[in-house]
Each structure stands twice: as C-alpha cells, then as structure tokens.
C-alpha cells in the first residue's frame, strides 16, 4: 500500500462483451468456444467490398448500461476508426467511438467495508468492436489468428479518475459487473473474457493538484490480479519518484507468476489512434421514445433489490449488500425464499456456511452444485427437527460433493435425527451419572454446566440428539 505521503489516483476502462447473438457489424454468431475460424465471414475478415451493419440490439444493451449507470444518452452519435495495427484485427483498424461516444457524464456508488458511500464518475460508455485472439505456439514458431471473436460487440465504460485507494478500484469493479449482470447484457465471465479492465495509474504527493504520469496495465480479467497489480505497481511508481526517477508514460505487462509489472510499449495518447469517422456506417441518431422505452423496461437494479430486501425481508444493509452485490446469489436467494417462506434463514445460510465452503474450494456462487430448492428443503428438514444444525451443516458439505436431495443424503447417511423421548431420556440419565460436578455447577446457577452436557450428549450421539429436547430433559431430570 502506498506510503502515507502519497495518494494513489486510479481510473479503470472495463470492456465488457455483449450478450447479443450476432456479432456488431455482421450475421455471425457470438457464442464463446468453436473451432477457430468457424465464427466469421468475410465482414469480421474484412475482405475487399465486405460492408459492416451496425446491430441494433449493440445499441439497445449499450443505452441500458448507459441508463443504469446514470448516464446522459447521446442522441446524436458515431462510428469512428481507431487506427492502430492490430495483428489479430485484419482491417488493421477497430471501429469504435471516439468524440460522439453513446453514453457520457454517468456514475456508479460504491459502498465501503466502513458503510462510506463514493461516487464514482463514468466519463463515457461507447460501443466498439472486440479483435481476435492470438495462439501462440508453446515453442516459439509463431502464432496462428484466431477470428471467432474479432467482431464481437464491446461496450468500454470509462470511469473518471476517481478512485484513491486499491480497496475503492476492487469495489467498483465487483459494482460494474453487478449491474451489468443485472440488466443482462453481458455475461461478465472473466474467466472467458467477457468482462475485463485496463487499469490506469499514477501516484502524487498529498496536497498537489496536478496528476502524476500514468501507466497502463492492460486486459485484466481477474480481480485478485487486478488487486496484486495495482499494490505492486503503486510501490514501484513511489520508489522511482523517491530514488530520484521519472515515470514514464508507458502501456505495462503484469506477470502473475513473479508477482511484477514489466513495460510492453510507450502509452498511446488520442493522436496516436488517428481518429476519423467511419465511412461505411450511418450516424446513429436515437429518439427520446426509443431512449424512455428502454428507461421504463430496465430490471430491478442492485440498489433498488438491496432495499426491498431491507424493507420487505427486514436483513440487514450489510446482509442485502452482501446477497445484492452477486445476481446469481441474489436471485438464489429469491427463489429459496419464495419455496421457505423463511428469507432470514436462507440468508443465513448463504452468507455462512455456503459462503464458507465456496471460499475454501474458491468457487463463485455460479458454481453451487444444488438449486434453491436444495436448500430450501435443507431448512424445512430443520425446522420439522428431522435433522439438527449441526447435521445439516455436513448434508450442505456432502451437497456440495454429491448434488441431489437432502433428504436422500440423510436417509444413505442415517443422519435422522433421534426425538425419540425414551432414548433420549436414557442418553441424558447416562450424561447426568457421568458428570456429577457438572450436575451440581448447574444446580449452584451455573448455565455454561447445561450448555456443557448437552455438548456431551450431542457428542455421544454424533449430533443426531434433537438438541431442544436434550435442553427439556437435562432441566427436568436434574
């Protein structure tokens, strides 16, 4: 983290591809995987006299993100080339936005672990087209151009310098994601690429005003490397400035493995790109009908789930951010909810446990074996005293292992909870003959000796003692 004397200044440009079926500019298919070059046609190869038109769902999604992000929507925009050679782009172009983006002057509110609230300025949202990708032979012979992506809609939210602290850049990032998740129009799959940043940053001394030199590190796809990276690389820019250096302006490489930034090239600025408008594409004009139509069909948004929650379900604001901040595990919780009726122990639950496990085989909440109704079922076996906590605590782990109904696991397990009175009352008389002392600190008003035998008790029964009982009779016997 940075030394005390200075202030880190962080801005992101995120790319994030959209869930459209066709490509921007053509009739070919989006989805992720394929053969090479079974995903293009002679518009994404740019083949002599190939013409582009523009999707309009591009332009559909990019309003939405545009709208939840509470941007101004342009109604009067561009297409522009971005000239820049491109080995896995043939135009040697990309076609974008350059000084008529889509969306400008937006923003997104982060909350800190402190309960602060930030906004973080978005400067603009253009649409643009993704490259292809590049194999690269494990030996060195060469690489081989891999065109299925090339062509593949992008939208590119750049944030305003905002940021001040690695812990604010994470944080809005994980917010990025989440409303593009909830207005579905990306699938945000890191691990794929479809969501990833360019990270920009500079350090300053605290109290000047103007910005220090800024590097670039570019297509991150991780936010634990993202994270990794900005600390490294704000240590690096410190010590330069202390031992007398110069940053450069220059697009860096971050190497996972050595934990290091490595320079790749100088930073390009605008100039560099030689911008013009693209010439094959009308200019997009959108009318305030189009735009409100859209503004009244967006989806519930984090923010506005995070209250209902507060509000209808009575969770805590550090529980409904929590539940809110991922789709996937909000919508888990909804369905789970609707099937138990008992919102606060469905969260429990997720927030607890399922977190727990997910943490240890670091896993997203995506990748949960078992369905709402799994849990939901897990906790009406409680409520009915079928089972224990402590049981359901190993059915949840044997779920995640083997996915199928609690139910069957208990049963092939034999983790029925014993309610039995007669055995129970004969698993106490046993505990009460063995613990005299403990006996007598609970007749003395000692309550820890109660909690103490029926942890015996439970013990002696490997949990499956329904606890509530155990309580009854230790009082009533002793």
């Not at 990708?133 to 992008?154: F, I």
């Not at 090239?265 to 560099?272: G, S, T």
Request: with cysteine; proline share 5%.
């Amino acid at each position: 983290m940075p030394r005390d004397d200075y202030e880190v200044v962080i801005g992101l440009e995120v790319h994030a591809e959209l869930s459209t079926k066709t490509k921007i500019f053509c009739s070919c298919e989006t989805e992720f995987g394929g053969e090479p070059n079974t995903h293009c046609c002679p518009v994404c190869m740019a083949m002599p006299g190939a013409l582009p038109v523009l999707n309009e769902k591009v332009l559909e999604y990019a309003v939405k993100a545009g709208l939840a992000m509470n941007s101004s929507i342009s109604r009067d925009s561009k297409n522009d080339r971005k000239n820049y050679f491109y080995p896995d782009l043939p135009k040697s172009y990309q076609i974008s936005q350059f000084d008529k983006p889509l969306c400008e002057h937006g923003y997104v509110e982060i909350v800190k672990p402190d309960g602060e609230k930030k906004k973080i300025g978005i400067t603009r949202i253009h649409i643009e087209e993704d490259a292809g990708k590049l194999n690269h032979d494990d030996y060195g012979r060469g690489s081989l151009v891999d065109l299925n992506r090339a062509g593949v809609p992008l939208i590119e939210i750049v944030s305003e310098p905002d940021m001040r602290s690695v812990e604010e850049a994470d944080i809005y990032l994980k917010k990025i994601k989440s409303i593009l998740e909830y207005i579905e129009v990306s699938d945000c799959k890191m691990q794929e690429g479809s969501l990833r940043a360019d990270v920009n940053i500079s350090v300053r001394k605290k109290g000047q005003k103007e910005f220090g030199t800024r590097t670039e590190m570019k297509n991150m796809n991780s936010f634990k490397s993202i994270s990794r990276a900005l600390e490294y690389e704000i240590e690096r820019q410190i010590d330069v400035i202390e031992n007398g250096g110069i940053i450069e302006q220059e697009t860096l490489r971050w190497d996972e493995v050595s934990g290091k930034t490595f320079s790749m090239r100088d930073k390009e600025d605008a100039q560099d790109y030689r911008y013009f408008p693209e010439p094959d594409l009308v200019p997009i004009r959108l009318s305030e009908e189009y735009i409100e139509n859209i503004r009244k069909n967006l989806p519930e948004l984090p923010e506005t789930r995070k209250q209902r929650y507060i509000n209808e379900y009575k969770l805590t604001e550090k529980e409904a951010n929590t539940l809110t901040a991922s789709k996937y595990l909000s919508d888990f919780f909804e369905k789970g909810t609707q099937i138990s009726k008992n919102p606060k122990a469905v969260c429990n639950w997720l927030l607890s446990d399922v977190a727990r496990i997910l943490n240890e085989k670091e896993l997203e909440p995506e990748d949960m074996p078992f369905t709402p109704d799994n849990l939901a079922e897990l906790i009406g076996l409680i409520e009915k005293g079928t089972i224990s906590s402590k049981i359901a605590k190993d059915v949840l782990e044997v779920m995640f292992e083997d996915p199928k109904e609690p139910s069957k696991i208990i049963e092939e397990k034999g983790w029925v909870q014993i309610s039995d009175e007669s055995a129970i009352k004969e698993i106490v008389l046993k505990i009460i003959s063995e613990n005299p002392q403990s006996v007598s600190d609970f007749k003395n008003g000692k309550d820890k000796a109660l909690g103490f035998l029926v942890g015996q008790a439970m013990k002696a029964t490997k949990g499956k003692a329904n606890p509530q009982m155990l309580n009854t009779m230790f009082k009533e016997l002793m």
